[in-house]
């Protein structure tokens, strides 16, 4: 039941997100399988870090890690609260490059937490934990799956809103300066100017025509 309702939350999680993409121009296959694929890559790359030795988990990064997450909890928790009282709208807090940035730092808070079930999966294996216990560390792998799942397709969402709205941007940003310049001497003043000039002109060449016909 329980893999079951987390299908089906996951479902009904990515439409919403899918939903909010496609109304604004995006397309719901193209979130869904980057999410998808960003996810499995990262799971890879974790458990690459962690089986190479690369990365260990030591109680000074446990610590930071919880420290960490404890931060972006508080954060996540304000900006919904914000949004649900009409503070904020759209994203709130988690949009534009604020938005791009706090997603990143998430994903980095998922990707240690994963080598964190990891390195329980194997302290548990060692220490010859009985198997019915063994759901409980599947259930929390699942649940770091998933939170990354959840912060990729939110990273995505941002990205393509926010590349949605640069290119709905207006090219020519001073349409009136360019106006300006480009119909300079063409309205009436510069007409009337252009007669009194010409007429001028005229009355001078006739002045020096007719002392030159009286010489």
């Known amino acids: 039941a329980p893999p079951v309702a987390a299908r089906l ?71 919904v609260v914000l949004v ?34 990891f390195d329980s999966i ?19 792998l699942m649940v770091t799956l998933i939170s990354l799942y959840l912060e990729f397709l939110r990273l995505y969402a941002i990205l393509q809103s926010t590349d949605r709205r640069s290119r709905a941007a207006p090219v020519n940003r001073h349409p009136r300066r360019a106006s300006r310049r480009g119909g300079r001497g063409v309205g009436p003043g510069a007409w009337s100017r252009g007669a009194r000039g010409g007429g001028a002109r005229g009355a001078s060449g006739a002045g020096r025509g007719g002392r030159r016909g009286g010489g």
Do not use: H
């Open 9 to 79: 939350l996951l479902g009904c999680i990515s439409l919403a997100f899918g939903t909010m993409t496609v109304g604004n121009g995006g397309n719901l296959t193209d979130i869904v399988f980057q999410a998808v694929l960003a996810t499995v890559a990262t799971f890879a790359a974790a458990l690459f870090l962690f089986r190479s030795g690369k990365v260990r988990v030591t109680p000074k990064f446990t610590r930071w890690l919880l420290i960490a997450m404890v931060g972006y909890l508080a954060f996540s928790l304000v900006n």
């Open 84 to 117: 649900l009282f009409g503070v904020l709208d759209g994203w709130g807090m988690r949009g534009g490059t604020i938005g791009i940035v706090v997603g990143l730092i998430a994903v980095g808070l998922a990707a240690a937490s994963l080598i964190v079930d």
């Open 122 to 140: 194997k302290r548990g294996v060692e220490a010859g934990v009985p198997a019915k216990f063994a759901w409980s560390a599947a259930f929390g």
